[in-house]
Nanobody, 123 residues
Framework: QVQLVESGGGLVQAGGSLRLFCAAS????????MAWFRQAPGKEREFVAA????????YYADSVKGRFTISKNSATNTVYLQMSSLKPEDTAVYYC????WGRGRKSSDYNYWGQGTQVTVSS
C-alpha cells in the first residue's frame, strides 16, 4: 500500500525559508517519479517540482525556479522540498505526489498523493 506523508509546513515571513518532508512507503522506488504540487485557496492545484527517484535530474515550475529545490534520501525514503526566498504568493497547501514510469506536470499524471501540509508566508 502506497503512503505519502508530508510534514514541515508552517508560518514564515516573506524572504524566509522552509523545508518540507514527504515520507514515502509502499513504492518500488526505482520506477517512480516524485513531485510536489500546491493549491492555494480558490485556485487549481499546480505543479511545483519533480524528480525521478533514481536520478538527480529535476524540473521546476517557472514561478519557483531558483528558489525551491527538490531532493531525495534513499536511505530514509524521504523526499524534500527546500523553499527559500519565500513570497506571500507561495502560500498554499503543498502536496507530495508519485507516479510510476515517466514524468509529468499535471496533477492527473500522478497516481498517489499525500494529505498535504499548509505553508503560509506573511508579508
Amino acid at each position: 500500500q502506497v503512503q505519502l506523508v508530508e510534514s514541515g509546513g508552517g508560518l514564515v515571513q516573506a524572504g524566509g525559508s522552509l523545508r518540507l518532508f514527504c515520507a514515502a512507503s509502499g513504492l518500488t522506488f526505482s520506477t517512480y517519479t516524485m513531485a510536489w504540487f500546491r493549491q492555494a485557496p480558490g485556485k487549481e492545484r499546480e505543479f511545483v517540482a519533480a524528480s525521478p527517484w533514481t536520478s538527480e535530474a529535476a524540473y521546476y515550475a517557472d514561478s519557483v525556479k531558483g528558489r525551491f529545490t527538490i531532493s531525495k534520501n534513499s536511505a530514509t525514503n524521504t523526499v524534500y522540498l527546500q523553499m527559500s526566498s519565500l513570497k506571500p504568493e507561495d502560500t498554499a497547501v503543498y502536496y507530495c505526489a508519485a507516479r510510476q514510469w515517466g514524468r509529468g506536470r499535471k496533477s492527473s499524471d500522478y497516481n498517489y498523493w499525500g494529505q498535504g501540509t499548509q505553508v503560509t508566508v506573511s508579508s
